[in-house]
């Protein structure tokens, strides 16, 4: 996660604007942004002990974004405006959270992972490599919210590698949502939507599978091509 960006001089020098709170614990990658009225490193509670907190090389820190200490993020991190990251959390290459998104603590973020504006993104919730969650997604984590052990049986999303989540989507606790899935827009998913899978409605239900989609644009190839290792296991079998 520290290794360097193939988009950033090894040597370039981090850089910090003016009206920004940096905590001594952040370690900044070489070539690393932190605009104006930003708070990197922010004690999780008063009189916390310090915690390392760390953004890869080339991280574009965009204002008024939180980070909390115990973050760490891979290269080429990047945040729209207003965000807020939680302590705890991991986050890897090329990750991108966009504007008024909320990511809480003890969160898994894989490689290459897009979070639109807008979206909520609770405490142990696992997105992995390549899952794209479109504007105003949002995941929740509790089944019954404000029981008196409500922290007892918090149950986190996982959303599963290269799927996509439309917007305006709501995932209920505990759900899985498997490889290469795709969720229709504005879809309240209740259970496990499995791999490759199209589930669109309230509740959501398994309509299709993405293989089967045409280009809406009637151009001739796949919508959602499978990735290279996906077609290599595919034709060895």
Not at 147 to 161: E, I, K
Not at 207 to 228: I, K, M, N, T
Request: aromatic content about 4%.
């Amino acid at each position: 996660m520290t290794g360097p960006h193939p988009r950033v001089p090894a040597d370039a020098a981090p850089r910090v604007a003016p009206g920004s709170a940096v905590w001594p614990d952040v370690v900044l990658g070489a070539g690393s942004v932190v605009e104006e009225f930003c708070l990197v490193g922010r004690p999780a509670g008063d009189g916390a002990a310090p915690v390392p907190t760390v953004l890869g090389p080339g991280a574009r820190v965009r204002s008024h974004t939180v980070i909390y200490a115990g973050v760490r993020a891979g290269r080429g991190f990047a945040t729209g405006h207003h965000v807020l990251v939680r302590e705890d959390t991991a986050l890897g290459d090329d990750v991108s959270i966009g504007s008024l998104s909320v990511v809480e603590h003890h969160v898994t973020v894989g490689h290459g992972v897009r979070v639109h504006s807008h979206c909520f993104v609770p405490e142990y919730s696992v997105l992995e490599d390549g899952a794209w969650l479109g504007p105003r997604v949002t995941v929740t984590n509790a089944p019954r919210p404000r029981c008196p052990d409500v922290s007892a049986c918090l149950a986190g999303v996982r959303v599963g590698r290269d799927a996509r989540v439309g917007a305006n989507v709501t995932v209920l606790p505990g759900v899985r949502i498997g490889a290469g899935a795709l969720i229709g827009a504005g879809a309240v998913v209740t259970r496990d939507v499995p791999a490759g899978s199209v589930a669109v409605g309230v509740p959501a239900r398994t309509v299709g599978e993405v293989d089967q989609l045409s280009c809406p644009a009637g151009l001739d190839h796949l919508p959602y091509p499978p990735r290279r290792e996906d077609a290599d296991v595919h034709s060895a079998r």
